[in-house]
């Protein structure tokens, strides 16, 4: 998959489970990542390659990354660039 655009500015979003906005290719998992890998969100993307994924829990300060899947019987995945979560 084209590699996932975390759209949403998270500065001032440390701590707290709001939506984040990501891009890629359409119909496409996507999971939200903390700095240290960890899944803190997922969603699938729409027919445009939108997807608003809501963290599970609140996003830790530092880089948070976007991990995208394709539906390959063995998925193949591709990950943005981190963005930097601040309080």
């Known amino acids: 998959p084209t590699a996932p655009v975390v759209t949403s500015d998270l ?3 440390a701590t707290t489970t709001d939506p984040v906005e990501v891009t ?8 939200l990542l903390d700095k ?3 899944v803190i969100g997922s969603g699938t993307t729409d027919n445009t390659g939108h997807v608003m994924i809501t963290p599970t829990k609140p996003i ?3 880089n948070v990354t976007a991990k995208a899947y394709d539906n390959a019987e063995h998925p193949n995945s591709s990950t ?3 963005k930097k979560a601040t309080d």
């Open 11 to 13: 500065t001032g979003k």
């Open 24 to 31: 890629t290719d359409p119909n496409t998992k996507v999971e």
């Open 36 to 38: 240290d890998g960890n």
């Open 60 to 62: 830790p300060e530092g």
């Open 80 to 82: 943005s660039q981190p």
